[in-house]
């Protein structure tokens, strides 16, 4: 099989990358030919893991069968699965993606992409733990651990992506489990300038069938983590419940403590009075007498 394509690759430090969809092609050695040096590549069967999803994109996406490259977390066995989707975009149009596998908690993405590409791959790694490109874990307590690529490398920078969204959900019984508040759910983006984990706005939609929708806007892509912070409100109100039962609880005893002292006073110096009233008539009777 010979193929023949030309096409103008971008040379940054005397470095270029180019990846294309090979979903047609039988495995096996090919030859390849880059300006007139040639080396042999070699074409393996896709992994199951990034079998194409259902593409609903209204701006021209298809999905593919394979993602492009891999990452130091698939090579240290670290994925449990992979979402991926080849865009089509074009300079200051928006573009979307419903992703729909279900071990996949980003369900769907949007952005404007600052250039027109005919292919700009979209990658999602459902990570089995902190992707191993960060150097320390999120504050809080973590749902899922992602890897979001967008485009190759050097693409996704802000002037070639705007306004991006990102949509996730996550299951109400996690929340039960770790005692966690809907309201404080949020997707943390790692910054590798800072090496720091960084809040991304992050707005709840609404909770149907067991599930909790959200929102998030990221300014770049890299690996994120869906975090929850505990809901220490609720640890509090029953802290304070125990306390208010054991205060009214003490209350009432020193009010009854009170009462019957009290009414025994009150006996006591009736019972004088009594006694006094009765000693002062037999004297008064004696002497009459």
Do not use: C
């Amino acid at each position: 099989m010979k193929i023949t394509a030309t096409s103008e690759i971008p040379v940054k430090e005397e470095r270029y990358e180019f990846k294309y969809s090979t979903s047609s092609m039988p495995e096996g050695d090919f030859t390849l030919t880059v300006d007139g040096e040639t080396k042999i590549i070699q074409l393996n069967p896709s992994s199951n893991e990034a079998e194409p999803s259902s593409d609903r994109s209204s701006s021209g996406g298809s999905s593919a069968g394979s993602s492009a490259g891999t990452s130091p977390d698939k090579d240290a066995k670290n994925v449990l699965t992979t979402d991926f989707a080849n865009l089509r975009v074009t300079s200051g149009t928006p573009v979307e993606h419903h992703f729909e596998r279900t071990a996949n908690p980003v369900t769907y993405i949007k952005f404007t992409s600052g250039v027109t590409a005919n292919s700009v791959p979209v990658t999602i790694e459902v990570l089995k733990q902190t992707s191993e490109l960060v150097k320390e874990t999120p504050e809080g307590t973590i749902y899922k651990n992602l890897n979001i690529w967008v485009g190759y490398a050097g693409f996704a920078v802000p002037k070639n992506i705007k306004d991006a969204i990102l949509e996730f959900n996550v299951n109400t019984a996690w929340f039960e489990e770790n005692n966690i508040d809907p309201q404080k759910v949020f997707m943390k983006h790692y910054n590798s300038e800072t090496d720091k984990w960084e809040n991304v706005p992050t707005t709840y939609i609404e909770t149907l069938e067991g599930i909790a929708y959200y929102q998030a806007e990221p300014d770049s892509f890299s690996p994120f983590a869906i975090v929850g912070m505990e809901n220490k409100d609720t640890q509090k109100s029953i802290y304070d419940l125990d306390t208010e039962t054991e205060h009214s609880y003490q209350e009432n005893s020193s009010s009854i403590k009170r009462t019957m002292f009290n009414s025994n006073l009150i006996t006591l110096i009736t019972g004088v009075v009594i006694m006094a009233g009765t000693f002062v008539f037999y004297r008064k009777r004696q002497n009459k007498e």
